[in-house]
């Protein structure tokens, strides 16, 4: 079995779907063993694909702020793992960025995840995430998230941080009012653990 910075390394040199690309590939990722929370996000943006640093952008500043943590603390791979659905950005639609690339997670998500032994909270974002994340939920994504509290300790879904949900966070003023403070006072009470241990 390869090192967990080996299978790091494969996963950054991945081609596998560079026709499909019109950047090219640059997979995005954050990740070390003692990660105590994984994000799972769908497809970096074209942003993030230049600066290659994943949520460096205005859904990574409302994800941070929904968390409530500094981004010295988000973008410290010992204490955060974010591992999209898809590494790469996968282009623009008519209606903002496509799907993440289907290659990319039956490739390499079940390799990375196995190895993230300590993550003890998964934050899901999302459509694309939720279909892997919570494969038995057959309603809407706006549904997974008010369920919230039946998912378990380990893994709650969220709606993408970007600003293309605004009219979705107006539509259900719940998720803020209930559910964010519940989410900042787990990641608070996890990463503290994490610094202790």
């Given amino acids: 079995m ?17 026709e499909h690309l019109p950047c090219g590939p640059r997979p995005v990722l954050q990740a070390a063993p003692s990660a105590r929370l994984l994000i799972a996000g769908q497809a970096p943006g074209k942003k993030v694909h230049e600066t290659g640093l994943p949520f460096n952008d205005a859904s990574g500043e409302r994800l941070r702020a929904w968390l409530g943590i500094a981004r010295e603390t988000f973008y410290n791979p010992k204490l955060v793992a974010l591992i999209p659905m898809g590494f790469c950005y996968p282009g623009t639609g008519k209606a903002g960025d496509l799907p993440p690339r289907p290659e990319c997670a039956p490739e390499w998500r079940a390799r990375l995840l196995s190895r993230l032994k300590k993550v003890e909270l998964t934050l899901v974002l999302g459509q694309y995430a939720q279909a892997y994340h919570l494969p038995s939920h057959r309603g ?58």
């Fill in 2 to 18: 390869p090192t967990f910075d080996s299978l790091l390394a494969q996963v950054r040199g991945c081609t596998l779907c560079a």
């Fill in 140 to 197: 809407s994504l706006t549904e997974a998230v008010r369920a919230w509290r039946s998912h378990g300790p380990g893994l709650m879904p969220l709606p993408h941080p970007s600003p293309r949900n605004n009219i979705w966070l107006k539509r259900n003023p719940w998720f803020e009012q209930e559910l964010l403070p519940v989410l900042r006072a787990r990641v608070a009470q996890l990463l503290a653990g994490s610094r202790e241990s």
